[in-house]
């Protein structure tokens, strides 16, 4: 049973770790929330962690993050709003082992495209939070919103992709209501990729992708 830490930040509503939390307790997730970590104290997934008394920690240093990790035997480390700046010795500690949810479209290459169901161009968003990466898509006027989740690499907001999510962009959508759609469809798809990782491994997942 693979051993999962879960880190959030105040920035974020909690309902990533909420529907991973379900994953697990229903027995679909074949993995434990060992921890929850916050960068900040008032961060709103602590309250939902505690209510299902999963250990919680505070780590407001970046350099201590790896044995924080360590600590707890961490097998897969799950970003979930987290802000901190992660340093290049724990990427490497942790190689393919580390997620996270972008809210754009992450090609396979780093030159290529995504196709929306539409057959036109999704947005990558590269090195935009969620706000304005959600922004960038009413701008674009892209005919689909979409988030990607993506094993960490060295390389900012790319990495080889487990899965994608996608959701039509509305003539009225302002950022509120297309966010409102698309993290439902981005909390089931983080359970679908811990689903398939917590029964096999991350590179017969990247084969599968």
């Not at 105040?10 to 993995?31: C, E, F, M, R, Y």
């Not at 008394?53 to 970003?79: H, M, R």
Request: charged letters at 25%.
């Amino acid at each position: 049973m693979k051993r999962i830490a879960i880190l959030i930040s105040n920035a974020g509503t909690g309902t990533n770790l909420q529907a991973i939390i379900d994953g697990v307790n229903s027995g679909k997730i074949n993995g434990r929330i060992a921890v929850v970590i916050s960068d900040k104290e008032d961060a709103v997934g602590l309250e939902y962690a505690r209510k299902y008394c999963i250990p919680t920690e505070i780590n407001q240093e970046k350099e201590k993050l790896l044995l924080l990790l360590k600590k707890y035997n961490i097998d897969i480390a799950v970003l979930a709003g987290w802000r901190q700046f992660l340093t290049d010795g724990l990427i490497g500690a942790y190689q393919n082992r580390i997620l996270n949810l972008h809210p754009g479209l992450i090609p396979d290459t780093i030159d290529g495209v995504v196709k929306n169901p539409d057959g036109t161009n999704g947005l990558w968003n590269k090195k935009m939070f969620t706000d304005k990466a959600l922004q960038n898509f009413l701008d674009n006027k892209a005919t689909y919103a979409g988030s990607s989740v993506h094993i960490i690499t060295y390389e900012t907001d790319f990495g080889p992709v487990l899965g994608r999510c996608f959701e039509k962009v509305l003539s009225r959508d302002s950022v509120e209501s297309l966010y409102a759609r698309l993290k439902n469809k981005e909390n089931q798809l983080y359970v679908d990729v811990l689903v398939k990782l917590c029964s096999s491994d991350c590179q017969k997942l990247k084969e599968e992708s």
